[in-house]
């Protein structure tokens, strides 16, 4: 199970509002588990995996990956 921490933060200038408000989504993704969960360290260095970002795709994706590690749909 994989925890989602979403922010949204709004911004209004004229009245000086700066808020940050926080919802968690908890999703079964087994794969992305298991990419998280790879790595490990020792003396001499370590292996850390990250999710650093997430993007909303449309229904019928049209583009290709573009990352060296993907393959071409």
Avoid at 12 to 32: A, F, H, N, S
Avoid at 35 to 42: D, E, P
């Amino acid at each position: 199970m994989i925890r989602f921490v979403v922010e949204c933060h709004e911004m209004q200038y004229g009245p000086g509002i700066d808020r940050r408000d926080y919802v968690t989504v908890d999703v079964d993704l087994p794969e992305l588990e298991a990419l998280l969960k790879r790595g490990g360290h020792g003396e001499g260095g370590f292996e850390s995996w990250s999710l650093l970002g997430a993007e909303i795709l449309p229904a019928n994706p049209t583009h290709t990956p573009t990352s060296p590690h993907s393959e071409a749909a």
